[in-house]
């Protein structure tokens, strides 16, 4: 498999989750299912510690921590709630890495993001929409990942929110090792078009808010200009 089909592997199990999901679900179940839909799909393990999926709801959405300490709660779904899921499918050590919040209101998933009734809500997912435009905007092949850390933690605390990674990175190289996985984190002066793959995926919160927000995909150049995968 190439790069490409097993991050559609992770996105097209985040599609199918979304039509499942349901008030009085617990947490364990959603995890569950992305792992069989993430296996029929192609995937022959996970790459993270062999998480194949952090789920985190309602105030665990702030939560940072490594694959070596994650466990999934016995949390259930509420009437109004909002559910991160972060996947880390491989196929023949090619990884796929991609985390999306996603709301729950009434009862049924909110498919836009303008069509979230929760105001706090809806402005961290717009937030997330931005910084990822931003990312397209921002990077050329000559951005290090040191400037990048730079200018999204600036723009992070500039719209009024916080970076809540538990090493304050926003994202990392993509390889075949995770020991070999290098940060977009302050001091690293390498360039971004030196890799040939990088995720972005800012976890953030509103200061003093119970809800975090998360939105990670895989990046790459093509003919000089970065693209998402």
């Keep these: 498999m190439e790069y490409a089909e097993v991050q559609k ?11 499942v999901i349901k008030p009085g679900m617990k947490l364990r179940e959603i995890r569950s299912l992305c792992e069989e839909k993430m296996l029929s799909l192609g995937a022959d393990s996970f790459w993270y510690y062999d998480i194949d999926a952090f789920v985190f709801a309602g105030d665990e959405t702030t939560v ?9 709660s016995d949390r259930c779904i509420a009437e109004n709630d909002m559910i991160t899921i972060d996947l880390s499918p491989q196929n023949n050590k090619i990884w796929g890495d991609y985390a999306r919040t996603i709301v729950v209101e009434d009862g049924q998933v909110v498919s836009k993001t303008e069509h979230i009734q929760n105001a706090e809500w809806r402005k961290g997912l717009i937030m ?6 931003e990312l ?14 730079q ?17 304050g990175n926003l994202g990392h190289s993509i390889v ?14 390498t360039l971004l078009s030196a890799v040939d793959y990088f995720t972005f995926g800012p976890h953030i919160s509103m200061p003093g808010s119970k809800y975090g927000y998360k939105k990670e995909n895989i990046y790459f150049f093509s003919d000089g200009k970065l693209k998402e995968l």
Excluded: W
């Excluded at 997330?128 to 435009?133: A, G, K, M, P, T």
């Design 9 to 19: 592997i992770a996105k097209e199990t985040i599609g199918y989750i979304k039509t």
């Design 176 to 189: 075949k090792e995770k020991s070999d996985r290098i940060y977009i984190e302050k001091g690293n002066q």
């Design 128 to 133: 997330e929409q931005r910084l990822h435009q």
């Design 64 to 72: 940072s921590v490594s694959g070596k300490e994650y466990v999934t």
């Design 136 to 149: 397209l905007d921002f990077v050329t092949p000559c951005t290090s990942f040191e400037e990048l850390y």
């Design 151 to 167: 200018h999204m933690n600036r723009s992070i605390t500039e719209n009024g929110f916080i970076n809540l990674d538990f090493m």
